[in-house]
Structure formats: structure tokens, C-alpha cells
């Protein structure tokens, strides 16, 4: 599995000095003259061994200006109320708007929908701030889905207040904001007021209180026909928590919400399903004592799917892609799975199987399969067969080879589904969220025309198998950047169709990372010592281009001497940017492994909820087996998710 959602590995090297870099081809990306590149994102991932860089995305292709023009809506209340949200349930409100946490680095702040003491469903905000720190919850008014030139903003028209019910801990203060869409763009809000200045009891409390906040209180500075974003920050130290329920504008205040109540559970009663990857197959081959442990532990666990990986025979070579079943190794494991309730699928592989040359091998591997079915007694068979082929590792998947790569991807993926249709099989497959989101830079999602039609990727992987697993690897379940929000255009479309859903999430130890991007036009050779702060410098080498990353003015002696080593390079060639913004990517936004046990099952609890209202959600998947398993051993933990941006991928 992928280890950063949407990063391919183009051939990092490690670096003899300090400077980071690597190289990538021309042909993966088409590109003639560096000097031509207007837009780059670069990964550096964090790791023990050593920090690698990766080159993401490319284009000669200008960013586009912001639009001066931002657009408004009115919206017309009911019996002079109109309600934002209630926040007993969803991820989102009736502008179309997500809420999300943010904190600095010092401070974190978790958002859920949760139940407050009473039993109250509501938005539920927990922070810990440090000094100078700062942390809480925005929620837009728009939907941040749509690319910035197509973002509708809220008119409040006539209305004359916000209101909005809230309680919490006694010793928590927390601040109002707005945003219009200027202040949003900017990633700012402005200050109206701590909230107890419109509470009854001048302060948050234990038992729900009505806020009712005058919008003339707003600032001046914020245009009330573009209202973007509504912002509670907390302003107390340390640890605080508050609930908030029934969001709503106000022509008066006779028109304000009543008092939330409890609400039953709604959840959809039938069974789930929880599935997990087992690679270390041959190993649990060799140890029976092993392979029994493991068969207890995760039938405690409940689970009642695995994917395992199939072994090759060593005594038999195959061709290219091909893989020759251990049958003898194969049939007490497949055969002990099953007796202990678990469905078991054939699971293989490698980025490379979607390229043509690899369909031979791996079309041979699934009538192996098939055929070890046929040979062995009905308790020893596969239910099915699963392939984890993911196409966008294989460089040039982000440049113009994309067509290409996904119409034989998909080309495969139809030729195994007609091979275990007829077999009688299940044939599932692993697909990445960010298929059908807007990708930060092409602005849609990752389309694929394939036998004449055109839509995401991810819709035609959905139409041709049985099932598939969502890899929705992040560590919070509400939200703009959870699970929920990352499996609900899947959920959706498999629902139309009726396939089947799993959500995965990861517990496999990942590595911190930060994505570097630069735009507009490069300047000349090396930069000199007042310009070599936090910069990228490329310098073509042949068919290839050298890439790095130089923090400091003392970077560019090595830089330059580098470059002298690399052969058909030139230091007239180079060319350079600064760097325009650094995300970090902390790995326990995508991975459980640092996070705890108790932290998972508290974010599957929050999720399965919502994604229980689609009835194409089938179940839990967990990658993979042996660090789950791992995660339960270790003491138990609940340590707090970093903040960091959102990264969706073209």
C-alpha cells in the first residue's frame, strides 16, 4: 500500500552532503526546457534511514490568478429562521460547507459529532492550547470543494442575528470569528466577540445556553454578502471542550431554535464486515505455531475477511508479473482461515501489473487461482480474488502518461473480472480516495475514458468488480479532511450501482512528510547568497533532470560541486525558485500507528454511523494485519493528531 496518499517515487538518491535531492526522467513528464516549468510539488519524506525527495507534480502551465470576483447567495428563511445545521448528524450543513479543527503546532484541537453529557447530539470541539498557541473549529458557509472561481458565499441578507446553542467545560473561553471571502483566501478571520458576551450567563457553562449574536457586530471589514466562514477559537490554556447544536440566521429573536434534545439512534441495524491484509504469508506457512496464533487474535478481533497474499513456489519460475501458488503451503493456511469464519481472498500486488506487458503474468496468476480451487476440497478454497495495483506510483502517472497508464489499468481490471465472474469468484480491489476529488491542480478529478466513456477512475473500477476498499488513510472521522468526507463519493456512486464498499484505514508506521510547492517563472543558474534561502534548484543531465532542495546560502558551494559530478550537467543550465509554501504531512494524520488502539476504535466508532446510511458500505478494512495486531500489543494510547493541511491529489 501507498505509504503518502498521493506521491510517486521517481528515483530518489541519497545525498553525500547535506542538500537533498533526486533526479527524474524527461520523457515521464514530456518536458523540454526546465526553464518552461511553471508550477512544482515536491515531497520530502521524513524517515530513520534517511529523508528522501520525491517530485510529485510538474507543469509548464501557469497557476491560475484568483478570481476578483466572488459570488453571493440569498437564502430565504422559514417562519424567520434559517437553519444552518443541527450537528446531531453529517459532515456537512445546508450551505454544503465542512467544518474542520486547526491548531498550531503547539496546540491541537479534535472535532466530532458527539454526545454531550445529556445525551445531546452536537458539534463537538475539544482543545488543548498552549501559550502562544492556538486552536478550534471553523465552519465554512460555502462548499470548498468546488475549484475558487465556482464557490458561492453567503449573503445574510435581511437577517439580523446568528444564534446558536452552546455548553461546555466551566473554565473554557472561546472567541467568535467571521470570514468573508477575502479573509478566507487570505486564511484569516476577524474578531467579534467572546461568546459569553452573548450568553445569557456571560460565560459558557455546563447546561446549554442560547447565544444570540447581533450581526451588526460584525466588522465593518467584512462584506455581509460574501459571509465565508464561521470561526470558534479557544482562548483559555490548556485543555477545554465545548458542544455547540442548531446553528441557525434569525430575521428576530422570537425565531430562534428551541433547546436541543436527545436524539435516538438512527444507525441502520445490520451486519458489518471487517477485512485486513495479510502480506507475510510464507512466513506463516513455515510457522504453523505462528499462523495459529494469528488466526486467534484476529478472530477475537472480528474479523471475518483477509486478504492474504499469495506465495510463490520457489521450484517454479513464471513469466513477468506471473505468480505460481506454494499450493502444498496454501491449503492448511487457506483451510484453517476458513474453519476459524473468515472469507479468504487471493491477494497480490505491484504498481508495474498495470503496464501491458505485465497483463499476461497477471492474468495467469488469477487462472492459477482459479484453478487451485477446482483441486483442493470446498474448506480450503479462496472466496475470491484481490489485487492492490496501484498505477499512480509508477512515474509519469502525473504527467502526460496518465491516459494511457489508467486505460490499461482498467483494461486488466476488466480481464480479471471476467475471468472470476465466470469462476464464480468475488473480485475486489484497493482504490485510493482522491480518485473523485478536484485535484489541487488540475481541478478535477482523475478521469479515465474507457470504452468511450468518460468519468473518475474510480467509477469505472466501481462498475467492473464485486467490491472495493477505499483507502481513506487519515486519523479523524469528521471533518473536511476525515474519513467520512473521503469515502462519501465512493459510498455514493456504489450505492447507484450496488457494489460494495469497504473503508480502510492504516495502522502501518508511517513517516512524517512536507510537500514543497513553487510557481511562476524560474531565475537563471545558482542563486547567489542573499537568494539561496528555502529554494528549488533544477539542472538537466542528460534525459534526466537533477532536483534539490537548498535550505542556506552554505547549500550552493556543494550544490555547484554536485552538479560538476553529474554527467552532460552544467551549472549554466541550472535554473532556481523560491519556494512558495511547505505543508507539513505529519504521518499520524494518515496512520493509527503512533495514535493508539483506543484512538482507532474511537474514529471508527464516530464513522461507521454515517457511513451506514449508504447501502453500499460493507464494512471496515484495516491495513494490514501484522501492524494492527502490533498496535494492539503496544500500551495503549490516545495521543492527540497533529494539525496539518489538507492534501487531496490529482
Given at each position: 500500500?501507498?505509504?503518502?496518499?498521493?506521491?510517486?517515487?521517481?528515483?530518489?538518491?541519497?545525498?553525500?552532503?547535506?542538500?537533498?535531492?533526486?533526479?527524474?526522467?524527461?520523457?515521464?513528464?514530456?518536458?523540454?526546457?526546465?526553464?518552461?516549468?511553471?508550477?512544482?510539488?515536491?515531497?520530502?519524506?521524513?524517515?530513520?534511514?534517511?529523508?528522501?525527495?520525491?517530485?510529485?507534480?510538474?507543469?509548464?502551465?501557469?497557476?491560475?490568478?484568483?478570481?476578483?470576483?466572488?459570488?453571493?447567495?440569498?437564502?430565504?428563511?422559514?417562519?424567520?429562521?434559517?437553519?444552518?445545521?443541527?450537528?446531531?448528524?453529517?459532515?456537512?450543513?445546508?450551505?454544503?460547507?465542512?467544518?474542520?479543527?486547526?491548531?498550531?503546532?503547539?496546540?491541537?484541537?479534535?472535532?466530532?459529532?458527539?454526545?454531550?453529557?445529556?445525551?445531546?447530539?452536537?458539534?463537538?470541539?475539544?482543545?488543548?492550547?498552549?501559550?502562544?498557541?492556538?486552536?478550534?473549529?471553523?465552519?465554512?458557509?460555502?462548499?470548498f470543494g468546488e475549484q475558487p472561481e465556482n464557490r458561492v458565499f453567503l449573503d445574510l441578507g435581511r437577517f439580523r442575528f446568528l444564534s446558536f446553542w452552546i455548553r461546555g467545560s466551566q473554565s473554557v473561553g472561546v472567541q467568535l470569528n467571521v470570514a468573508d471571502a477575502a479573509w478566507e483566501r487570505r486564511e484569516d478571520s476577524l474578531p467579534v466577540g467572546d461568546v459569553g458576551e452573548f450568553l445569557p450567563a456571560g460565560h459558557v457553562s455546563d447546561d446549554w445556553q442560547l447565544a444570540m449574536v447581533p450581526l451588526d457586530r460584525l466588522p465593518d471589514r467584512i462584506d455581509r454578502t460574501r459571509l465565508a466562514s464561521l470561526v470558534f477559537q479557544q482562548t483559555s490554556l490548556n485543555f477545554g471542550s465545548f458542544h455547540i447544536a442548531r446553528l441557525a440566521l434569525l430575521e428576530n429573536v422570537e425565531s430562534a431554535p428551541p433547546r436541543p434534545v436527545p436524539v435516538g439512534n438512527t444507525t441502520p441495524d445490520r451486519p458489518i464486515h471487517k477485512s485486513t491484509w495479510i502480506w507475510h504469508t510464507a512466513e506463516l506457512i513455515a510457522e504453523p505455531n505462528r499462523r495459529d496464533s494469528l488466526i486467534v487474535a484476529l478472530q477475537s478481533e472480528g474479523f471475518d475477511q483477509v486478504y492474504l497474499q499469495l506465495p510463490d513456489d520457489k521450484t517454479q519460475v513464471g513469466i513477468q508479473g506471473e505468480i505460481i501458488p506454494d499450493v502444498a503451503g496454501l491449503r492448511p493456511l487457506v483451510g484453517a482461515l476458513n474453519a476459524a469464519g473468515m472469507s479468504v481472498f487471493a491477494l497480490d500486488g505491484y504498481a508495474r501489473y498495470a503496464l501491458p506487458e505485465y497483463h499476461r503474468g497477471v492474468l495467469s496468476t488469477v487462472d492459477r487461482v482459479i484453478g487451485y480451487n477446482r483441486l483442493v476440497p470446498e474448506d480450503e478454497r479462496f472466496m475470491g480474488i484481490r489485487y492492490d495495483i496501484e498505477p499512480y506510483l509508477l512515474a509519469g502517472f502525473h504527467g502526460p502518461a496518465r491516459d494511457s497508464i489508467l486505460v490499461h489499468f482498467l483494461e486488466l481490471t476488466k480481464a480479471i473480472a471476467t475471468r472470476t465472474r465466470e469462476a464464480g469468484l468475488v473480485f475486489g480491489v484497493d482504490i485510493p480516495f482522491w480518485y473523485d476529488a478536484n485535484g489541487r491542480y488540475s481541478g478535477e478529478p482523475v478521469w479515465a475514458t474507457f470504452h468511450g466513456e468518460r468519468k473518475p477512475v474510480s467509477h469505472h473500477v466501481i462498475d467492473l468488480v464485486d467490491e472495493v476498499a477505499i483507502m481513506a488513510y487519515r486519523t479523524t472521522a469528521y471533518g473536511a479532511d476525515g474519513v467520512i468526507?473521503?469515502?462519501?463519493?465512493?459510498?455514493?456512486?456504489?450505492?447507484?450501482?450496488?457494489?460494495?464498499?469497504?473503508?480502510?484505514?492504516?495502522?502501518?508506521?508511517?513517516?512524517?512528510?512536507?510537500?514543497?510547492?513553487?510557481?511562476?517563472?524560474?531565475?537563471?543558474?545558482?542563486?547567489?547568497?542573499?537568494?539561496?534561502?528555502?529554494?528549488?534548484?533544477?539542472?538537466?543531465?542528460?534525459?534526466?533532470?537533477?532536483?534539490?532542495?537548498?535550505?542556506?546560502?552554505?547549500?550552493?558551494?556543494?550544490?555547484?560541486?554536485?552538479?560538476?559530478?553529474?554527467?552532460?550537467?552544467?551549472?549554466?543550465?541550472?535554473?532556481?525558485?523560491?519556494?512558495?509554501?511547505?505543508?507539513?504531512?505529519?504521518?499520524?494524520?494518515?496512520?493509527?500507528?503512533?495514535?493508539?488502539?483506543?484512538?482507532?476504535?474511537?474514529?471508527?466508532?464516530?464513522?461507521?454511523?454515517?457511513?451506514?446510511?449508504?447501502?453500499?458500505f460493507y464494512g471496515i478494512a484495516i491495513h494490514h494485519a501484522g501492524s494492527f495486531l502490533t498496535l494492539l500489543d503496544e500500551k495503549e494510547g490516545d495521543r492527540p493528531v497533529e494539525p496539518s493541511a489538507e492534501h487531496t491529489g490529482d
Open positions: 500500500m501507498s505509504l503518502l496518499s498521493t506521491a510517486a517515487s521517481v528515483g530518489a538518491q541519497p545525498a553525500p552532503d547535506s542538500i537533498l535531492s533526486t533526479t527524474f526522467a524527461r520523457a515521464d513528464w514530456s518536458l523540454g526546457d526546465i526553464s518552461t516549468i511553471r508550477q512544482a510539488q515536491l515531497n520530502i519524506s521524513y524517515q530513520a534511514a534517511g529523508d528522501e525527495l520525491f517530485v510529485y507534480f510538474l507543469t509548464s502551465v501557469a497557476a491560475k490568478k484568483p478570481s476578483a470576483m466572488f459570488h453571493g447567495r440569498v437564502v430565504h428563511p422559514r417562519d424567520g429562521m434559517f437553519l444552518v445545521s443541527d450537528f446531531s448528524a453529517g459532515n456537512r450543513n445546508t450551505f454544503g460547507g465542512y467544518f474542520n479543527s486547526f491548531a498550531s503546532r503547539d496546540s491541537r484541537a479534535d472535532v466530532s459529532i458527539a454526545e454531550a453529557p445529556d445525551g445531546v447530539r452536537g458539534l463537538q470541539v475539544e482543545c488543548s492550547r498552549s501559550d502562544d498557541g492556538y486552536c478550534g473549529v471553523w465552519i465554512h458557509t460555502f462548499d468526507r473521503h469515502s462519501a463519493g465512493e459510498l455514493q456512486y456504489a450505492s447507484e450501482q450496488g457494489k460494495a464498499v469497504l473503508v480502510a484505514i492504516e495502522t502501518h508506521p508511517l513517516p512524517d512528510e512536507e510537500l514543497i510547492e513553487i510557481e511562476g517563472t524560474p531565475a537563471h543558474g545558482l542563486p547567489k547568497a542573499g537568494d539561496a534561502s528555502n529554494v528549488v534548484v533544477m539542472v538537466p543531465a542528460g534525459d534526466s533532470v537533477h532536483v534539490a532542495v537548498v535550505g542556506s546560502s552554505k547549500d550552493v558551494g556543494p550544490l555547484n560541486r554536485r552538479i560538476s559530478t553529474l554527467p552532460g550537467a552544467s551549472v549554466a543550465d541550472a535554473h532556481w525558485w523560491p519556494v512558495k509554501r511547505r505543508i507539513p504531512v505529519p504521518g499520524s494524520k494518515l496512520s493509527f500507528a503512533t495514535l493508539g488502539a483506543n484512538r482507532m476504535r474511537a474514529v471508527m466508532d464516530q464513522a461507521l454511523p454515517e457511513m451506514m446510511t449508504h447501502p453500499a
